[in-house]
């Protein structure tokens, strides 16, 4: 085992052991990395106390304060980058290069929060002669934060800087799979001098998630995975009165239209699908011909047989995830659909434990095939032929998720068009990955996001506070009117 055993995070101290422990494996090589503790009740028990405890002098630390140890944790994660890419990329098997830019995301992630005093202030008015209204944010309390596999670190930090400088403590549920990365960001912010108790960290699975959204000290809950378990965590978390917002899957749609530019498309679309071996809840997944882009569907397979899995394609997380995605291939296979690239049965010298699926593009999909519907979260592109473009926004709009949409085109009016009709929270007119960076906030619609909101920039605000407003009169003589 290449690390010690992990521990919960509770207090500023590594602690505990439980009855139940998970093998840590790397994607890229089968390594055996660690052990996750699968905790109980208790432990989260013992996490809300030390929150519960911190949250006081916490929340009446000023934000201005708050921030400065955000500023010192932005340069401890610039200064160990490249240690913490490698430890995101052994333990979730995507490439250095793409960890580094998790790590650079992280960092942006961090910028945003430094701002929050410049953009949280309250308003004031006043309402009527000598009497003043005022808004300020408080913050919630204990609040929690249910992270998926597929960035160890930026997903965590989508929620943690956020919620802990608005004044915060939070508890954290790391994925299972890729429970290393979150240890090493408690480290660092402890060492920027964040107060012991502020940010906790519970390992576990479905029961440490179930306590999370029965636990009546905790204020609110962000869940961020799977819209099955994202639906199951709302309904629980908000049947208990809690303040939720669960992200959960998705099936991005990329639209192709004639007159695209060829290269920028195709290199987009390659890189769209196979970015983080398609691992990513913006990857496109399927691609909608609309007209005759034979020449563009060319270059596409031609880009993606420049991916190699091992070299600048990372692994999938498991070989369970690997199985399940050579199957979707296979399946539309059967049915008619024609595998242009076939990434099945990869294997890479040296790393034969690793779980690797190569590029693949399947033409002649058509929208009643699974592998057209369903989430395959592997570097799989389906192509469906359509005449029109509202065919193709029929196609798109038919899906139950709303992540992202993006058009290719050099038409301003068909891609305004496209951004109306698109039942996507975020869309891309040629880009194939329409992610908004700070401060803009990152969120999709339909079965992508369950509650109000969005979970990072300037809508995470209205998330992790509640307004106070106050009424306040001074001047005795202020007249009486209708509302005193
Ligand atoms: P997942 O839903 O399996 O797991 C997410 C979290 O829920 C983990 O912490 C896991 O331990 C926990 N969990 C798993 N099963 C549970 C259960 N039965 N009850 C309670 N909790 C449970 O998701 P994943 O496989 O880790 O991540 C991939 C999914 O996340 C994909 O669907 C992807 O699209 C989605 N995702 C969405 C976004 C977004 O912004 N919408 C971002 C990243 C990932």
Redesign the pocket.
């Known amino acids: 085992m290449k690390y010690n055993v992990v521990q919960n995070y509770i207090n500023g101290k590594f602690s505990g052991s439980a009855d139940r422990y998970l093998d840590v494996i790397s994607p890229l090589d089968g390594t055996e990395l660690s052990k996750v503790p699968m905790s109980k009740k208790e432990d989260l028990d013992a996490a809300v106390a030390a929150a519960k405890k911190a949250f006081p002098a916490w929340s009446r630390t000023t934000i201005k304060d708050r921030v400065q140890v955000f500023f010192k944790f932005k340069t401890l994660l610039e200064k160990h980058l490249q240690e913490l890419a490698e430890l995101c990329s052994e333990e979730n098997g995507k490439t250095i290069g793409e960890s580094v830019a998790e790590i650079e995301k992280c960092i942006e992630l961090t910028e945003f929060a430094t701002s929050l005093p410049q953009l949280i202030t309250g308003e004031l008015l006043e309402v009527s002669r000598g009497v003043e209204c005022r808004t300020e944010h408080a913050p919630l309390g204990v609040v929690a934060s249910?992270?998926?596999?597929?960035?160890p670190a930026m997903?965590p930090m989508w929620t943690i800087p956020n919620a802990i400088a608005l004044g915060n403590c939070m508890i954290i549920?790391?994925?299972?799979?890729v429970p290393l990365s979150c240890g090493r960001i408690a480290e660092l912010l402890k060492e920027a001098g964040l107060p012991d108790g502020v940010f906790n960290i519970v390992h576990g699975?479905?029961e440490i998630?179930?306590a999370i959204c029965d636990h009546p000290e905790i204020e609110a809950v962000s869940f961020?995975?799977?819209?099955?378990?994202a639906k199951?965590?709302y309904q629980r978390a908000t049947s208990n009165y809690k303040r939720c917002l669960a992200?959960?899957?998705?099936k991005n749609h990329l639209m192709v239209l004639p007159d695209a530019i060829p290269s920028m498309t195709a290199q987009n679309v390659a890189a769209s699908m196979s970015g983080c071996a398609g691992q990513r809840?913006m990857a496109a997944s399927a691609m909608i011909a609309v007209g005759n882009v034979d020449s563009i569907i060319d270059k596409i397979c031609e880009e993606a047989s420049k991916i190699v899995p091992g070299d600048n394609l990372g692994a999938v997380i498991n070989k369970e995830s690997q199985q399940r995605i050579e199957k979707y291939i296979s399946e539309a296979e059967a049915a008619g659909a024609k595998v242009l690239v076939d990434g099945r049965n990869s294997k890479v010298k040296g790393k034969e434990n690793g779980t690797y699926v190569g590029p693949t593009v399947i033409d002649n999909v058509t929208p009643d095939m699974a592998i057209a519907k369903e989430?395959v979260?592997g570097p799989v592109i389906a192509i469906m032929r359509t005449k029109t473009v509202d065919e193709a926004i029929a196609i798109e709009n038919s899906n139950p998720y709303g992540?992202a949409a993006s058009v290719f085109t050099q038409n301003g009016g068909m891609a305004r068009y496209i951004i109306d009709k698109a039942s996507a929270g975020m869309v891309g007119v040629n880009v194939g990955v329409p992610v908004p960076r700070e401060p803009f906030s990152?969120g999709?619609w339909n079965d992508?996001?369950f509650g109000v909101g969005d979970i990072t920039g300037k809508s995470s605000i209205e998330f992790w506070t509640k307004l106070k407003k106050s009424t306040v009169k001074w001047n005795a003589e202020a007249g009486i009117n209708w509302m005193s």
């Open positions: 249910i992270v998926p596999f597929n960035f997903v549920k790391p994925s299972e799979k699975d479905v998630v179930n961020v995975g799977s819209t099955k378990i199951v965590v992200l959960g899957g998705a809840c989430e979260f992540n990152f999709g992508s996001k």
